[in-house]
């Protein structure tokens, strides 16, 4: 996986990429001088906090881009686009906390019955994504930790982001998948 100082130079571009585009509405291009191992396809998210709060997420799920150029364009994405707050203005810079959780690829859990998908769970360890049809919602790993989830409840909430019922995930019609992620601060 990616060492700690992969995960600063990430940080580092991050808050590269937001700054630019915020200050110049500019999107910068990878570094020429990018570790190769930054450039293998893996999914990626990145989080803004300000004074402790959420202030952006966004990211891929899936190992569709290199991850450098994911960093980049969810960098950017998490200051402007993220449709639950307004865009990250040049006087808010300053204050920003940047989070980054590099993902595994997701795996489908297998279950005989339903009621075994909390036994699937690593709290601290695994998030989660939860489809049914059109509807898709991911948490990441930390989200059951910060707010000191059980499985069950991990699964519900992972339900509400998928603007799908609570309990859905006790219908054998949704695919459930576990990743894990690599944070850097």
């Known amino acids: 996986m990616i060492k700690k100082e992969d995960g600063d130079y990430l940080i580092n571009i991050a808050k590269e ?3 630019t585009y915020v200050k110049k509405d500019i999107k910068i291009n990878p570094p020429e001088d990018c570790p190769d191992n930054l450039k293998e396809n893996l999914g990626v998210f990145v989080t803004l906090n300000k004074n402790n709060n959420l202030r952006g997420c966004i990211g891929y799920p899936e190992p569709i881009m290199p991850l450098i150029n994911g960093v980049i364009d969810s960098a950017i ?84 982001k998928a603007n799908i019922s609570p309990n859905a995930w006790l219908n054998e019609k949704v695919d459930i998948y576990k990743f894990q992620g690599k944070i850097f601060k």
């Open 17 to 19: 990429s937001i700054e």
């Open 77 to 160: 994405s998490a200051a402007i686009n993220d449709p639950r707050f307004p865009e990250v203005s040049e006087n808010e810079l300053h204050e920003l906390e940047y989070e980054i959780t590099v993902l595994t690829k997701p795996e489908l859990i297998k279950v005989e019955k339903v009621e075994d998908y909390p036994k699937k769970i690593n709290i601290g360890e695994d998030g989660l994504i939860i489809e049914k049809g059109f509807f898709k919602g991911l948490l990441l790993p930390q989200v059951a930790t910060e707010y000191n989830m059980k499985s069950e409840e991990f699964l519900t909430q992972t339900c509400i």
